[in-house]
């Protein structure tokens, strides 16, 4: 996937619009794939992105969260939290099975499938110019700020 033209999607977005990639072309864009609204993981890197999120308009460059949640749940957290960024609904796991972070993953002792923390930096011309796969939270988004300096 990396240094590819990033495959096209629409999905349903928070705010009533919905968002199809190719449409953002033109400005740098982050991606972020996270398992679940609302868990301890998922709300602490959805913060960071807040918290950032100055820094990241100053480039240019325009953060979308992905999970299989619903556009309520999606609404809520957003809402709860002050994201200023929008969160995309993908309920049917195709833009998760597009980017590939549908993975089995061990929660206490069982084996599910689920979206395996992921990242994505997209040029301004729809390019995937870097992945990150197995994300661990601390100081993740400092590192996604960093790498989209390097865009311009």
């Known amino acids: 996937m990396l240094d590819q ?4 999607f ?18 740098p864009l982050v991606l ?14 959805g913060q960071q992105f807040r918290d950032f999120h100055p820094e990241f308009q100053k480039l240019g460059c ?12 999606h609404e809520n957290f957003k809402s709860r939290m002050g994201f200023p960024f929008e969160l995309l609904s993908d309920g049917d796991e195709a833009v998760c099975k597009l980017f590939g972070v549908i993975k089995m993953k061990t929660m206490y002792g069982r084996k599910v499938r689920g979206i395996e923390r992921s990242t994505f930096a997209i040029d301004n011309e729809g390019v995937v110019r870097r992945e990150w796969r197995g994300v661990k939270v601390p100081g993740h988004v400092r590192e996604v700020l960093e790498f989209v300096k390097t865009l311009k």
Do not use: I, Q
Request: glycine share 12%.
């Open 62 to 73: 325009a953060v979308y969260g992905v999970s299989r949640d619903s556009m309520k749940s």
């Open 10 to 27: 629409e999905l349903p977005a928070t705010g009533g619009k919905p968002f199809r990639l190719s449409g953002a072309k033109g400005k």
């Open 5 to 8: 033209p990033a495959p096209d």
């Open 32 to 45: 972020y794939f996270y398992p679940k609204d609302s868990t301890p993981g998922c709300t602490t890197e």
